[in-house]
């Protein structure tokens, strides 16, 4: 089984930066896996730009981000991400989203 990359990217004061991370921790230690994980704040617009960042917080594993579909975007911006999940709108991403990236990069 490989090691998984995984970024979290946020900025600061998003609500929604600590239990993303906690997230992360929690699904790595479930799925018992060996990763590493990197918390990058992106401060500015050109950062943002640069990370090709579409919103507080987001989560990549090997590079890609969980989100599905999210691929397409091409606006970058320092903002709050809402998630459309299955239960609705959220600041936080859906947790089985994570889950199948994990195991899909193994």
Do not use: K
């Amino acid at each position: 089984m490989s090691h998984p990359q995984i970024e979290v990217l946020t900025f600061a004061g998003c609500p929604h930066a600590q239990p993303t991370l906690e997230l992360v921790g929690r699904i790595v230690t479930e799925l018992e896996l060996e990763a590493s994980i990197r918390h990058v704040d992106v401060s500015d617009l050109e950062q943002a730009e640069a990370h090709r960042f579409v919103g507080s917080p987001t989560i990549r594993v090997n590079g890609s981000d969980i989100e599905p579909g999210v691929g397409e975007r091409t606006e970058y911006t320092l903002a709050c991400r809402i998630y459309r999940t299955e239960t609705g709108a959220n600041g936080e991403p859906d947790e089985r989203w994570l889950r199948q990236a994990l195991v899909e990069s193994a």
